[in-house]
């Protein structure tokens, strides 16, 4: 039971291939590309998770206005 509860809180706060890609208006198979060009920084903890402050990086970086 202590490890389900451990995985669980490790995973609290970082977000889902499928989060990300409803969020970016993308395809899930497009973040995976992302993240396998290493433009999207992510862990892989079972599946691909990726923090917010990640993810805020990547949209600032892809933004024009400095």
Request: charged content about 30%; glycine content about 6%; hydrophobic content about 40%.
């Amino acid at each position: 039971m202590l490890k389900i509860i451990g995985y669980a809180m490790l995973l609290k706060g970082y977000l889902t291939v499928e989060q990300v890609a409803k969020q970016l208006g993308l395809s899930e198979y497009r973040v995976r590309q992302l993240i396998r060009d290493k433009q999207i920084r992510a862990t892989k903890i079972g599946q691909w998770r990726i923090k917010p402050e990640d993810l805020k990086e990547f949209i600032k970086s892809r933004c024009n206005l400095k």
